[in-house]
């Protein structure tokens, strides 16, 4: 349910009330009790997607599914055939003593 911006001309309060799109604006201010309520124009926007349902993705066929698992091994096997370069294993070179040896007395 959308939200709207409400404003009371007697009591000054702003609010927000969540309503049906197809209710009227409400008259009353809940909080002084006076008829002098009016919505404000603003964004509009006030409805919250929440949960799954909301991606293309989400609403794929069984066959989409099928077919999309089908391609998947053959995908693999693409990136099996690739050649590789054979490693050369290196060993590090020994490091170099830079610290000053200390004189025994």
Do not use: W
């Amino acid at each position: 349910m959308p939200t709207y911006d409400y404003l009371c001309e007697e009591c000054g309060r702003k609010m927000e009330i969540f309503q049906s799109i197809t209710e009227s604006p409400k008259k009353k201010c809940p909080h002084c009790g006076k008829l002098k309520l009016k919505r404000l124009l603003g964004t509009g926007a006030g409805v919250i997607f929440k949960g799954s349902g909301f991606y293309q993705t989400d609403y794929r066929s069984d066959s989409y599914k099928k077919a999309a698992e089908n391609e998947k091994p053959s995908a693999q096997t693409k990136t099996d055939k690739k050649e590789t370069k054979p490693e050369t294993k290196t060993s590090p070179a020994p490091k170099a003593d830079t610290a000053p040896k200390k004189k025994n007395k």
